[in-house]
């Protein structure tokens, strides 16, 4: 999608947000030639604050190419933020619910029309300690595989330091700094002629986490930890240390210490 034919809506709310973010916000945005001239093409981002999405839409609304974002269905309702999500050819995302692979139609019909469409790969905001991407889910791996288009990873820092994950005071002054990186685009030409099995996936998101995950090193000036954050896995390690915390407790309450609730177990075997 050319810059002429970024459309009314995506004009007027250009007009809208530009100014304030340029007013409150300084930029550092690098890799902007990493972004391709034509052709479809998925941009994966990481997600750190509530207002990320639109410094990076700004960021690539001056590349010329606008992105199409995967976002919320509930963005969608009524109002001013509904008119301007459908308006300017968002991509509503129906979670759990029958229409969920909606979403991914619609966006390998966009990229294969030859437009952008911005994955937010971890689904939600990072959840890690240290805002480092999480584990990412495999919408974007697999759109790419099925097209075969450009995935271009990009990272972004500096809108957590004006709107932190999660809180709703931001911090305008001083003045912050958002920082962009986008890199080449990932290499994933060897996932092609594999079946498109959940383990193909998880390599291909995999490959696309690293990347991004990589640039972000870059622009924080640090490293990551060697593990992803996952979620899921912090699920599963929080309710085995709670149950563990509760048969504790009851060992406690009974009068007996761990250790011979332990030997009484080995006992009954």
């Known amino acids: 999608m050319s810059r002429r034919k970024i459309g009314f809506w995506y004009r007027l709310a250009a007009v809208i947000c530009k100014p304030p973010l340029v007013v409150l ?14 052709g479809g093409f998925i941009t994966a981002v990481n997600h ?3 207002i990320d999405p639109f410094l990076y839409a700004h960021f690539q609304y001056n590349s010329g190419r606008v992105p199409r974002f995967m976002a919320k269905h509930s963005l969608f309702g009524k109002g001013i933020a509904g008119t301007f999500m459908r308006g300017t050819g968002q991509i509503p995302v129906y979670r759990e619910s029958t229409d969920a692979l909606s979403a991914f139609r619609a966006a390998i019909a966009a990229v294969e029309s030859g437009e952008c469409v911005a994955f937010y790969p971890e689904g939600t905001l990072t959840r890690d300690p240290g805002l480092w991407p999480m584990t990412g889910k ?12 450009p995935v271009v990873p990009v990272a ?3 809108a957590n330091e004006v709107l932190a994950p999660y809180s709703k005071k931001p911090r305008l002054f001083p003045r912050k700094t958002h920082r962009v990186l986008a890199g080449e685009p990932v290499d994933l030409s060897r996932f092609y002629d594999r079946e498109m099995t959940p383990e193909v ?31 899921r896995r912090e699920r599963i390690e929080q309710r085995r240390r709670s149950a563990a915390a509760r048969r504790q407790a009851g060992d406690l309450a009974s009068g007996a210490r761990p250790a011979d609730s332990a030997d009484a177990a080995k006992d009954a075997t």
Not at 28 to 33: P, T
């Open 156 to 158: 972004q820092w500096g």
């Open 25 to 38: 916000v300084k930029r550092d945005w690098r890799g902007m030639q990493h972004i391709p001239a034509d």
């Open 201 to 231: 996936l998880k390599e291909a998101t995999e490959a696309i986490m690293a990347a991004i995950t990589a640039l972000l090193e870059d622009v924080r000036g640090e490293k990551a930890p060697a593990r992803a954050y996952d979620p």
């Open 138 to 149: 495999s919408g974007a791996a697999r759109v790419a595989l099925q097209t075969k288009c």
């Open 48 to 50: 750190n604050s509530l």
